[in-house]
């Protein structure tokens, strides 16, 4: 997977991109990274990116030109591209949308605004898909595009490793994580329940399903509407609710 960013701070990337999975994922060549430096597309001696708003109003407008400059000549390189661009108005992202972006062939590339907003006329005109990485307003595009590298990177086929699996974790059904425990079996008084160290494969899975079923229904009800469960889930969700009351 190749993955190309325009930013007005590089530097952001270079230092989570150099670490930890996504570092060797990198090493490992399932995927690369190039950051684009928005000012080296500017037109002006002074490398501006932005400017005073039409209209009136605070703040100010990341220009059109440096963007379509940039990636006009990034996909003159002719690699099919994708183009995301970062907004608190856009498709909320979610694991389902990692997923499908993690399957992705084309090239993609995120643009990242500062400042009140980018002219509406790159989203227009440049952008195949506007996307939000949830309900709150950043200062920038930098992090939402780290949040959605980070977590489509983590999904291709070798980045994680074989001691780790991302297929039975939070979202991957449609529900929560189950809870986790490491030794040692007794903390200040507070014990791993014992069925964990009985070596019951069967009634570990069960268990499992089940207090994932349970956080799911007690912390994002929600998300049971949309899960894809079993009969035996159902089965198992009614158990719950009648322990719960
Ligand atoms: N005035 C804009 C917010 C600008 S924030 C508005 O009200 O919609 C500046 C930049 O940060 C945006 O251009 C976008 O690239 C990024 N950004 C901020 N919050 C974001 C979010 N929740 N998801 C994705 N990008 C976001």
């Known amino acids: ?139 920038g595009g930098e992090l939402p595009a780290l949040v959605i590298i980070d977590s489509i990177v983590r999904l291709l086929p070798g980045a994680l490793g074989d001691e780790y699996s991302a297929k039975e974790e939070s979202f991957s059904w449609g529900i929560l994580d189950y809870p986790h425990y490491t030794r040692p079996p007794e903390f200040e008084g507070m014990k791993v329940p014992d069925l964990l160290l009985s070596g019951n494969h069967k009634e570990i899975l069960l268990w499992r399903r089940k207090e994932a079923l349970r956080r799911t229904l007690l912390r994002r009800p929600e998300l049971i509407q949309r899960a894809l469960l079993t009969d035996e889930d159902y089965r198992i969700l009614s158990e719950i609710k009648e322990e719960e009351r």
Request: with cysteine; glycine share 6%; charged share 30%.
């Open 1 to 139: 997977m190749r993955c190309e960013i325009i930013t007005i701070f590089p530097s952001i990337f270079d230092a989570y991109l150099s670490e930890s999975i996504l570092k060797r994922a990198v090493e490992k060549g399932i995927v690369e990274f190039k950051v684009h430096q928005l000012r080296d597309y500017s037109v002006d001696k002074h490398r501006t990116v932005d400017d005073y708003p039409y209209g009136g109003g605070p703040g100010m407008v990341m220009k059109p030109e440096p963007f379509f400059r940039a990636v006009k000549s990034i996909k003159a390189e002719g690699t099919e591209t994708f183009t995301l661009m970062m907004s608190p108005q856009g498709r909320p992202f979610d694991q389902e949308m990692a997923l499908e972006l993690s399957k992705e062939k084309r090239r993609l590339l995120f643009l990242c605004g500062r400042y009140e907003a980018i002219d509406e006329r790159v989203r227009d005109s440049l952008v195949d898909r506007e996307v939000s990485i949830g309900d709150y307003v950043l200062t």
